[in-house]
């Protein structure tokens, strides 16, 4: 029971750590893109944001047998993972950041893009005549006022990150202490008719899920709360 315990927090750790890499990384792209996004006149933005909203219908294996190419042995994965002696990207944990990043990107940056347009022109246009530059008013005026946008897209990237299972599968496979998750681990268990393990986990998984949605319940309602 001791060793199944240690095997149980090894991935729970490495799919916190998988998440909370995977968020921070999604935060940094996700910021600029929902801006411009937000912002943007360019008659390719709803193309681009159709691209980014791509993972919410594409099939998870999908994504991931296409990333297995890229990322892989004979694709500018491995090209690039050559560079430090490896041979693939494919089947470590970067592989498993990178993908993703990718499948919950729309996760991150519609929220986020939701709330840029919400503040609209007028606050922005406040800080101009103050003199405010436009990095200045950014920071100051639009990423604040943003702030639930960026809590609701914090919340929705670093929990589908968590819940991932048909991309890391295809990308990560089932490696202890590398690239097997939680979802991974779960499958694996019930593979192998391990009911006790699987449960706890699911349980704990559904707690998770629970706690998620009640956030995003109370972040809605506080949203709701100040437009009015």
Request: hydrophobic share 55%.
């Amino acid at each position: 029971m001791a060793g199944f315990s240690a095997e149980i927090w090894q991935s729970v750790f490495l799919t916190l750590k998988l998440a909370t890499f995977a968020t921070l990384i999604l935060l940094a792209i996700g910021t600029p893109l929902a801006w411009w996004l937000a912002r943007s006149r360019s008659l390719w933005k709803e193309a681009l944001a159709a691209i980014v909203a791509m993972p919410l219908v594409l099939p998870p294996t999908v994504l991931g047998f296409y990333l297995l190419v890229v990322l892989g042995p004979q694709g500018p994965g491995g090209a690039l993972a050559s560079l430090w002696g490896a041979r693939t990207l494919a089947f470590s944990f970067t592989g498993l950041v990178i993908g993703s990043v990718l499948f919950s990107l729309p996760f991150v940056v519609q929220p986020i893009r939701n709330a840029f347009e919400a503040i609209g022109d007028r606050p922005l246009e406040a800080a101009a005549t103050l003199r405010a530059s436009p990095w200045r008013a950014f920071w100051t005026v639009a990423v604040p006022l943003a702030s639930p946008g960026f809590l609701t897209g914090a919340i929705l990237g670093f929990a589908h990150t968590v819940g991932e299972f048909g991309v890391v599968l295809m990308i990560g496979g089932n490696i202890p202490g590398e690239t097997k998750v939680l979802s991974v681990a779960i499958f694996d268990y019930v593979e192998t008719s391990q009911w006790t393990q699987a449960h706890l986990l699911s349980a704990g998984m559904v707690v998770f899920s629970f706690c998620v949605v009640l956030a995003m319940m109370l972040i809605e309602k506080r949203m709701m709360r100040r437009a009015s």
